[in-house]
């Protein structure tokens, strides 16, 4: 859909780490981190890769393999503004009804069939709205 609207559709990721997984919330602090180096859909990717075997030490295996500074990754993962966008977007899933991940929205209203006919459907349909 990106390529297909490149002018009409954006991509907005939140960060909505699930309490049931005990190293999401690292993994998001990573991948923001990563992103201030440039590295965000990298290092995002490869943890997802990775789900069942995150950890720590994976985790920085990653950002070795992806050629991120570890220093300033791991200083920049606890910096307050992204532990506060961290939060931003944990509040407003649950203002959403957001309860598991993936879930994709597409203005505001929750995509049931995330086909990709499904998001065709929904975004036509938006764009006619228009």
């Keep these: 859909m990106l390529d297909k609207y490149p002018d009409k559709v954006n991509l907005v990721i939140k960060h909505f780490p699930l309490p049931s997984h005990k ?3 690292r993994a998001a602090e990573v991948a923001l981190a990563a992103d201030r180096q440039g590295k965000f859909w990298e290092c995002h990717a490869k943890i997802f890769e990775n789900l069942k075997t995150i950890n720590e030490a994976k985790v920085q295996e990653i950002a070795k393999e992806i ?7 791991n200083k920049d993962a ?3 503004a992204i532990q506060n966008l961290i939060a931003r977007d944990v509040n407003n899933g649950r203002q959403s009804g957001v309860r598991g991940t993936p879930t994709i929205f ?3 209203k929750r995509l049931k069939n995330r086909s990709l006919a ?3 459907q929904v975004i036509d349909a938006e764009l006619r709205k228009m």
Excluded: W
């Excluded at 050629?67 to 990754?73: A, F, I, S, V, Y």
């Design 23 to 25: 190293f999401a919330r």
């Design 78 to 80: 606890k910096d307050p």
């Design 106 to 108: 597409v203005n505001g």
């Design 67 to 73: 050629g991120l500074d570890l220093e300033k990754l």
């Design 118 to 120: 499904g998001f065709q």
